[in-house]
């Protein structure tokens, strides 16, 4: 079999063998769109490689996943794989001067009702094939992480019956870069953007730039965005001040220009799409789409109006009320209990863990486009980003209501 197939494949869009984030991608290079380019990594090798180690896929005890996820490490690449591995790397490689970026593309991601959204492993800017051949590894040890079992859990699912390809593309050297929700529950479109990669808002560290499209292309909202000057664990060293660096990454012109393309996406895909985008020198270029979850705008309680609230992003669906649960670093999640409302500052990868038992979640970072909103939307789940002061402001301890569509929270004095 052919492991090694360039995105502009007409074979690269098969969903069973490249997983439904490089065939998406694939699709939409296909039809004309900007991407990357690049090429994919069937999940036959995948297979191929788990098969030489010689273990039990169904061992699920801790010794057992442990061991599969080490042979990805300890093992040698078999050699019919590693050197088409190689010689793929070698060919895109060579005129990359901002180095190359390797991506999970597993067979259950991005699929409606289980997105997978920053589950799994990406790894930007190698340059070497040492690099290179660590983060496909990677990748591939990434289906028996500890998150993602956790995750499969939640789903029926088990990394034993399933698969993990990889995809493979020149680093795009942005200026900006985001996400994108086709449409919202007031048909909006909603773009999120960061000045240079867009990893920081989807792993929820700044408070991206929000810019609301009517479905027209009319520019109806457009606030800047910002980040701590420091973050870290409170316990262990100093915060640093509150103090937010505004920033401006699009004009009108060119956010109208990335909603029509979002428009295009949707038209192409028949649904409603989430997607990440970057803009480099030579104009945007879409990195990922995939299924958006909707809900309808939940009837709201109007007794809640007459309390304090804050305005942020919003970030997940419906409306959600609970005992606000201040958390001020990942150390403290355990005090978060079945029916909270977690309340903290950075919304990154670590939260998903509290996602099942919580009412709501407000944070002082992140956006309507981040991997945590994309879990948040996938379980129904009320969710508010990248409201300012939310730690200093909401009280630990009051009954707080969380409304996750039009981005307000609210707390009971």
Known sequence: MEFIVPLSSPAAADAERFGPKAANLAKLAHAGLPTPGGFCIDAAAYRRQLESFGLDLHDATRRGVLAIKLAFFDRPIVDALREPLLDAWRRHSAHTPAGMAVRSSALVEDRFGASFAGQFESYLGLQSEDEYETAVRSCWAALWSTRVLRYMATHDASPSETAMAVLVQPLVNADASGGALSTTANDDRVINATRGLGSAIAQGEVIPERIVL???????????????????????????????????????????????????????????????????????????????????????????????????????????????????????????????????????PALSAVLPRVAGVVAELGGSTSHLASLARERGLPMVLGVRDATSRIPDGAQVAVDGVTGVVRWMR
């Open 214 to 348: 009517s479905r027209d292309g009319t520019l109806r909202e457009k606030s800047s965005g910002g980040s701590y000057q420091r973050l870290g664990c409170s316990h262990i060293a100093a915060r640093g001040k509150s103090l937010f660096q505004a920033s401006q990454c699009l004009d009108a012109a060119q956010a109208r220009s990335l909603g029509a393309l979002v428009e295009r996406v949707e038209d192409l895909m028949g649904m409603a799409v989430e997607i990440e985008w970057a803009l480099d020198q030579e104009g945007f270029k879409l990195l990922q789409a995939r299924p958006l979850h909707l809900q309808a705008e939940p009837v709201r309680d109007h007794l809640w109006r007459k309390h304090p609230g804050l305005n942020g992003q919003p970030a997940g669906v419906g409306w959600g009320e609970g005992r606000a649960v201040v958390v001020n670093c990942e150390c403290e999640l355990e005090r978060v209990a079945a029916g909270d409302v977690l309340v903290t500052r950075s919304a990154g």
